[in-house]
C-alpha cells in the first residue's frame, strides 16, 4: 500500500555532500515515523537517522555532526543531508517508514552512495 522511492545517490569523493531524498505514496497514515538505514557490503543493515512526526531526531554516532535528516510532512518526504562524507559511508542506503501504533515497516528500493577517491 506504501511505497517509497529514493533519490540522490551516487559516486562522491572524500569530503564532499550528497542529499538523499525519500518521498512516500500510497495510503498513508499521520502517526509514522520516517529514517534512513544503510548497508554495506558484508555488514549489517544499521539505522542512520530517524525523525519522528514531531520533528525529534536520532543519529547513529558515526554520522553526528555530518549528516542531517529533516522531513516534509506535508509531501510525505524525507531527506538526508550528507556532508564530509568518508569511505567508511559507502553502501546502499535505504529510507523506512515506520507505523507507530502497528509497527510496521516500509522500505524504499535503496539508492548506493559511493565515497572514493
Known amino acids: 500500500q506504501v511505497q517509497l522511492v529514493e533519490s540522490g545517490g551516487g559516486l562522491v569523493q572524500p569530503g564532499g555532500s550528497l542529499r538523499l531524498s525519500c518521498a512516500a505514496s500510497?495510503?498513508?497514515?499521520?502517526?509514522?515515523?520516517m529514517g534512513w538505514y544503510r548497508q554495506a557490503p558484508g555488514k549489517q543493515r544499521e539505522l542512520v537517522a530517524a525523525?519522528?512526526?514531531?520533528?525529534?531526531?536520532n543519529y547513529a554516532d558515526s554520522v553526528k555532526g555530518r549528516f542531517t535528516i529533516s522531513r516534509d510532512n506535508a509531501k510525505n518526504t524525507v531527506f538526508l543531508q550528507m556532508n564530509s562524507l568518508k569511505p567508511e559511508d559507502t553502501a546502499v542506503y535505504y529510507c523506512?517508514?515506520?507505523?507507530?501504533?502497528?509497527?510496521?515497516?516500509?522500505w524504499g528500493q535503496g539508492t548506493q552512495v559511493t565515497v572514493s577517491s
Open positions: 523506512n517508514l515506520h507505523y507507530v501504533l502497528s509497527k510496521t515497516d516500509y
Open positions: 525523525i519522528t512526526n514531531g520533528g525529534t531526531t
Open positions: 500510497g495510503s498513508i497514515f499521520s502517526l509514522y515515523a
